[in-house]
Each structure stands twice: as C-alpha cells, then as structure tokens.
C-alpha cells in the first residue's frame, strides 16, 4: 500500500501543472446629449455725482437725490459761477443715476428670456435649442449623434477593454 501511494505521488509530480486564466472583455457604448439653459448675471450699479474745479465758486451745488431701492436718483442742477472774471478756470462736472432694483425675471418662453431685466453691468446667454440633436447605440457599432440647434452638445463613444490575467 505504502508503495502505491509513492507511486502516486511521483506520478503526480511527472503531470503538468494547472493554470488559472481569467479573460475579461467589457464593451461600453453611451451617448450624452446637452442642451444650454438659459442665464442671466447683472450687476447693479449705484449712482454717483462729482465736481470739481479751479477758479469756479459753487452758489449750489448739484446733485442727486430722490434714490431708493424702488426709484431712481433725481439730477439736482447746481449754479456755478467763475471767480475771478478774465482768469483761466476749469470745470468738471460728473453724474451717473444708478439702476433701480428688480425683484423678479421674466418668464422662459422657448427656452429663453423673453425680455430680461437687466442692471448696468450684464452678462446673457441665451439657451439652446435642440432642433435636430439626437443619439443612438447600437449592438453593432459605434454610437451615432446628430447635431441640434446652438447651445448644444452630442458626444458618443464606445471602450472597448479586454483584460487577460494569469
């Protein structure tokens, strides 16, 4: 019995041996269509007045007055006058009313601002519009896209992976 189980054992040996093989393969087909919202960014911009001179007398000074956060600055005039007749003189005067504050946008239609409120200093952009944008897979091929409107973006790609371990 003894010699039988050696015998195994030294033609267990003699056999090959066994391997282990994983083959991985992964295909990944996907299609990503955008179309743009719309946007608006605006800054509002506050009133200012200046003046200034040399050889110029102020009897009253202008101005602005009357601003609120629902109303806009009134210009006040002021009267000027030069000092010293037949002398050089220089005047400056400097106003800018500021925007008077919106509480609400208008409604989208289509897509867009049909008339946005705007401040001093605005960004927009309008949104897009898919017209014809459109994508499709395939179990046979590469994934298709078809351009829309502005403001759109198709994108399709397949991976294709293919792993072998040992």
Known sequence: MKRVA????????LAPSASAFEVRSTIVDSVQLTVEGPAVQSTRIGSQYTVSGSNVTANTLGGL?????????IRSTGDYEV????????????????DV?????SALSGGQFTAPNLYG???????????????????????????GGAGTTAIGQRT??????Q
């Open 6 to 13: 050696i015998l195994a054992l030294d033609l267990m040996s």
């Open 65 to 73: 007055t009357g601003s609120s956060a629902t109303a806009p600055a």
């Open 83 to 98: 000092t010293n007749d037949g002398q050089a003189f220089s005047f400056s005067e400097y106003d800018l009313v500021g």
């Open 101 to 105: 504050a919106v509480t609400s946008q």
């Open 121 to 147: 200093s605005s960004v927009t952009s309008s949104g897009g519009t898919a017209g014809s944008l459109a994508g499709t897979l395939s179990a046979t091929g590469v994934p298709t896209v078809t351009a």
């Open 160 to 165: 294709v992976e293919l792993s072998v371990f």
